[in-house]
């Protein structure tokens, strides 16, 4: 294995919508750069990227991959991205270690939905960008059109290439800088031949927005071009470097990854154009205690610090983290700090990635990535550094969980679905699992349909577990809304000792969230000092098993304010069972009501699909708290009662062609409509009677 400085490493994302062909792109770049001998298909599940059973079944992909080739002395990390909506906290990830992001876009259908998510995403993260138009072998590819609509939408772009014939016949493109034009044969060749007639004056006046978007990269080449009206092609390469490095210039490239045209050009352009991790310079990152800035040079000979942007897990190998060294060398035999979860991990075997495959080395120096395995205590997102020089590094922000549902496992096979869903929560930071006490369910938040049945698939596969979902419990809550009173009383005679207490208890409503308050009011000895505890125990146990529907009784004030004893047959239990009974009793005596949860719940959908979700939100017993546009977007906030939004990620992603986002959290309780109380306390009676 050569020695790659960090000035000859390219770590390129490609992100975009699903089925614009990013696996087949970083594939036939690989076939292209010589990594892979042999070119992979989508449909017989050969890529190096697509690997696992999963993504092979689905023909998309649903992790990222890293992929490696070295070529023309240059090193290429290539991370093959999802485009899939429910797997997106995977291009996050990615973006987080790229210096590039290629975004590529289908030559017919152009922008789509997560086209956009996904250069945003770029774009918070001041990942420099720009696009591979692809699929120009497709019948109606269109790259005119399609460049019009990234230069309206996303603005300064430029045309590095220009799609000649698009079409089936597709094998042409103009060099706009080299004002050439590239006949590509099957097999990767490239032949170089002069722009036609007809053709001229369109290569000229796409050379010249070029010049024009390159000048304005830089302020000494824009006054020159002011000044003469032309540039040097130095000049234009310098000023494209250094807008694309910026992030303001967006350069456009084309090609069509199945039949590999314009893989060599792809491949030149990367290193001509994307910033290595020396240009991109120093990473900021902070001393663990004092939170003070520590700069982290991209030099092998620094102290090492390296960022862990992914995990996974797989069977005989066990966890393999995915890290990308940001400064100094990190070997096998290394101790190394992990200063975001604490303790020491002992570096051994390490690893280049080829999607599935993996070469081993011994070491992995500063812009490079790697893979290591076997860590005792390192998950996605943590640093690992030299221990004299503690750092943490900013890791990625994923997205919260939007939708949620109850696991059960089939045979009722409880540990090793618990075993296996930890397991796999450790490759993916987009779901949580909890198990739900008062629910007794075990609870799988995620981002969506698709992600929840690739888990059910590996709980399958690989922990024999079979699982299926279901909609989560609600933890309601009973409550009282009137005063009462009741006499709560216990007496058994059954030979030997009797057992005896009474208690008169007094129950009033208390303001929402107010929880429990027990007053004793007990004069004169009615009941005995040492019984009235007793009285509070029995009260209490029976508010968690509820009275009328079977939920936590909540918000109610108790006050014993009267009682009688038997000096031989009182005792502790005889005086819990009446305060029980007399709670109960005092409860029917009110007016009762069902409470449940209700989330607040912001949604941000395209101003044209506000109708259909304002009145899917009334549908769903929602209130609207208030309305703002932002751009193209309208932000609602509304409150939302948990019962209705079981699924509402995937309806939100309906109705709004894949583009609503939605957060919650809890609001509060709020009584439930007469009609659902019903019902709840008729099921409580079924289940009852049912035993
Ligand atoms: N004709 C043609 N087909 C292509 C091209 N690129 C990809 N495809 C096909 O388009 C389909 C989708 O390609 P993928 O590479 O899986 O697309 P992707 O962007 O990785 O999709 P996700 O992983 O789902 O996000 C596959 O059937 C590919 O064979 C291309 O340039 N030309
Ligand atoms: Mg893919």
Not at 332 to 340: K, P, Q
Not at 411 to 419: C, I, M, P, Q, R
Not at 536 to 561: C, H, L, N, R, S
Request: charged share 25%.
């Amino acid at each position: 294995m050569k020695e790659y400085s960090p000035e000859a490493i390219r770590n390129v994302s490609f992100i975009g919508h699903g089925a614009c062909g990013k696996t087949m792109l970083t594939e036939a770049l690989l076939f292209a750069m010589k990594a892979i001998d042999r070119m992979g298909s989508i449909d017989e599940g050969t890529t190096h990227s697509d690997f696992t059973k999963e993504e092979i079944e689905r023909k998309s992909s649903i992790a990222t991959s890293l992929l490696t080739a070295e070529y023309k002395d240059h090193k290429f990390n290539l991370l093959d991205t999802p485009g899939f909506s429910d797997f997106i906290g995977e291009v996050k990830g990615a973006l987080h270690v790229s210096d590039f992001a290629m975004t590529v876009v289908h030559g017919v259908s152009g922008l789509e939905v997560v086209t956009e998510q996904v250069w945003q995403f770029a774009t918070d993260d001041a990942v420099p960008r720009g696009f591979f138009v692809n699929q120009m072998d497709k019948e109606n590819a269109n790259f005119d059109a399609v460049l019009e609509q990234l230069e309206n939408t996303f603005g300064n772009t430029a045309a590095i290439h220009y799609a000649v014939n698009p079409g089936v016949a597709f094998n042409q493109v103009i060099d706009v800088l080299g004002q050439k034009l590239l006949t590509f044969e099957k097999g990767g060749k490239t032949t170089k031949g002069d722009v036609p007639a007809d053709l001229q004056d369109k290569a000229a006046e796409l050379r010249e927005t070029l010049m024009e978007r390159a000048a304005e990269a830089d302020d000494d080449l824009l006054e020159k071009y002011f000044d003469a009206g032309e540039l040097t092609q130095d000049e234009i390469l310098k000023g494209l470097k250094a807008g694309i490095r910026n992030g303001t210039l967006h350069p456009v490239l084309c090609g069509a990854a199945v039949p590999q045209f314009g893989m060599q050009e792809l491949a030149q352009f990367l290193i001509d154009y994307a910033p290595s991790p020396e240009e991109m310079g120093i990473e900021t990152g902070k001393v663990p205690e004092t939170g003070e800035d520590v700069e982290l040079k991209p030099d092998a000979n620094a102290p090492s610090a390296a960022l862990v942007f992914k995990t996974t897990t797989e069977a005989h190998i066990g966890e393999m983290s995915y890290m990308r060294v940001y400064s100094g060398t990190i070997r096998s035999g290394d101790e190394l700090a992990n200063t975001s979860a604490g303790g020491m991990e002992k570096i051994n075997q390490m690893y280049f990635s080829q999607g599935k495959e993996r070469k081993g080395v011994d070491h992995v120096s500063a812009g490079d990535m790697g893979v290591l395995v076997k860590l005792k205590n390192t998950h996605t997102g943590d640093t690992l550094c030299d221990p004299a020089h503690k750092v943490l590094i900013e890791e990625p922000h994923f997205p919260e969980p939007g939708i949620r549902a109850a696991v059960i496992a089939g045979g009722g096979d409880e540990d090793k679905l618990g075993e296996g869903l930890q397991i796999l929560q450790k490759a993916d930071p987009t779901f949580n699992v909890t198990f739900d006490p008062e629910l007794k369910q075990t609870i799988l938040s995620g981002q969506g349909d698709a992600q929840f049945a690739v888990i059910l698939s590996r709980l399958k596969e690989r922990f024999g577990v079979q699982a299926h979902l279901v909609e989560p419990r609600i933890p309601y809550r009973e409550t009282i809304k009137t005063k009462a009173e009741a006499e709560g009383k216990h007496k058994k005679q059954s030979g030997g000792r009797g057992q005896f207490g009474l208690a008169w208890l007094r129950i009033e409503p208390m303001p929402r969230g107010e929880g429990y308050e027990f007053v004793d009011e007990i004069v004169g000895g009615a009941i005995p000092r040492q019984f009235i505890p007793a009285v509070d125990k029995g009260v209490q146990e029976t508010m968690t098993k509820g009275v009328v529907a079977g939920y936590p009784v909540v918000d109610v004030k108790v006050t014993v304010f009267d009682g009688k004893y038997h000096t031989v047959d009182s005792d502790e239990f005889s005086f819990k069972m009446a305060g029980s009974i007399g709670f109960k009793e005092a409860v029917k005596n009110s007016k009762t009501v069902i409470l449940e949860p209700v989330y607040e719940v912001e949604i941000k959908v395209p101003q044209e699909n506000m109708g259909d979700v304002m009145g899917d939100i009334s549908s769903r017993r929602g209130k609207v708290a208030s309305m703002d546009s932002e751009g193209k977007w309208q932000l609602i906030k509304a409150t939302i009662p948990l019962a209705e939004l079981y699924k509402y990620a995937n309806t939100l992603r309906s109705l709004t062609s894949g583009r609503g986002m939605h957060r919650r959290k809890f609001s509060h309780y709020e009584e439930v409509p007469g009609d659902i109380q019903a019902k709840l306390v008729e099921e409580h009676e079924k289940e009852k009677a049912e035993g």
